[in-house]
């Protein structure tokens, strides 16, 4: 059994509203987390492999998919017209931090037409708050509304 983040979009009008914002702070994680790999575990990499990406992205119109290169984990994909249930299946690998913070960022944006749920209690997504606050330089990051952990 894996580790596993839940999202329900309860509002999809209002979901895809905000799409757009919460796309720009996705690609800023991302973007963030290549240039800082020890945020999930990795070693920066030296002149020789300055190519390397530790995370696979695609950004497009209308979704964006995200994956660790090195870990099997599930693919994270939000898209504009997303509504209901979602997951994404991490197992704790490398990535879970990134995706924490995207999911954390979305629900700042999307509030309470959206709802998260995690395997882990709030507590364990401490390591997201961090990245989230190194990111976006805030100083508070809050709990969720209807968080469950």
């Not at 979602?86 to 309470?112: E, I, Q």
Request: with cysteine; proline share 3%; glycine share 6%.
């Amino acid at each position: 059994m894996g580790l596993t983040h839940y999202w329900r979009i309860q509002d999809a009008d209002k979901w895809a509203s905000v799409y757009d914002d919460i796309v720009s702070d996705v690609h800023r994680i991302v973007d963030f987390v290549e240039e800082h790999p020890e945020w999930m575990g990795y070693r920066k990499r030296n002149a020789t492999n300055q190519d390397f990406r530790y995370i696979k992205s695609y950004f497009g119109q209308n979704s964006v998919a995200i994956d660790d290169v090195d870990c099997p984990a599930e693919t994270f994909c939000i898209s504009r017209k997303a509504k209901g249930f979602n997951f994404c299946k991490t197992n704790g690998l490398p990535f879970d931090v990134a995706v924490k913070a995207m999911l954390l960022r979305a629900s700042l944006h999307a509030g309470d037409a959206t709802e998260l749920g995690s395997d882990r209690h709030w507590e364990e997504w401490q390591d997201a708050v961090r990245l989230v606050k190194a990111v976006f330089e805030v100083e508070e990051v809050a709990k969720p509304a209807g968080f469950r952990g």
